[in-house]
């Protein structure tokens, strides 16, 4: 099956820093998403990212399908980007197959 | 718009009850909604899908007798841990899909603790 690598696992940095984390895929995907999953557990929706480039405020995504692989950038960084950031891609239909997630610390 | 609510967001239950899980789309009508597990510091775990009126369909290794899934209406699913032991104790996620995208929405989740 379609296997997914998130990187880096984990990510230390302070406030006001950029990052990028990326996600690998090994097949061609229909559906792709970015998840910011909080310290109380809520998974929320970052971007719905099959292929191409989004924006949404301090957020960017970008997805090159045929080179199977999407980036989510973080800008300026604050403490309350901390958590866990999911990638998960849909093979076929509706099914989503998660990556491990990358921890993300914003220190103050 | 695209809100899914999930209702407990915590429940602890005795060893041997049952409890359930309701899961909503609250602006959308969701043609197909999902259940997952998630255990400590791991990522989500598909256990099912539902389509309304039609029965769910499990993952490998998931008993179905053991977690009933419920798709009634096209905005309510529940799911429903039968004789809960401590092993169940985990963070269940719901998910909704409204089509024709593969964008999916996902509840707060339910915490259960089982004593």
Not at chain 1, 2 to 25: K, M, W, Y
Not at chain 1, 50 to 55: A, E, F, I, R
Not at chain 2, 48 to 62: D, F, L, M, P, R
């Amino acid at each position: 099956g379609i296997q997914v690598e998130q990187s880096p696992p984990d990510l230390i940095l302070q406030e006001g820093a950029n990052s990028t984390l990326r996600c690998n895929f090994s097949d061609s995907v229909n559906n792709l998403q970015w998840f910011h999953q909080n310290p109380w557990g809520q998974l929320i929706n970052l971007f719905y990212i099959p292929s191409g480039t989004k924006q949404n405020g301090r957020l960017s995504a970008t997805t090159v399908a045929t080179e199977r692989y999407s980036l989510l950038y973080i800008s300026s960084s604050q403490t309350t980007d901390s958590g866990v950031y999911f990638c998960a891609v849909g093979p076929a239909g509706y099914q989503l197959i998660w990556g491990a997630g990358t921890k993300l610390i914003i220190k103050p | 718009g695209a809100v899914v609510s999930q209702h407990p967001s915590r429940v602890i239950c005795k060893s041997g009850t049952s409890v359930k899980i309701e899961c909503r789309s609250l602006d959308f009508q969701a043609t197909t909604m999902f259940w997952y597990r998630q255990f400590p510091k791991q990522s989500l775990m598909l256990m099912a899908t539902s389509n309304e009126g039609s029965k769910a369909t499990y993952e490998q290794g998931v008993e179905k007798d053991k977690f009933l899934i419920n798709h009634a209406s096209l905005t309510l699913s529940t799911l429903t841990v039968t004789s809960a032991h401590p092993e169940d104790s985990s963070f269940y996620i719901c998910s909704a899909n409204s089509g024709p995208a593969y964008e999916q929405y996902f509840g707060p989740g339910t915490r259960l603790t089982v004593t």
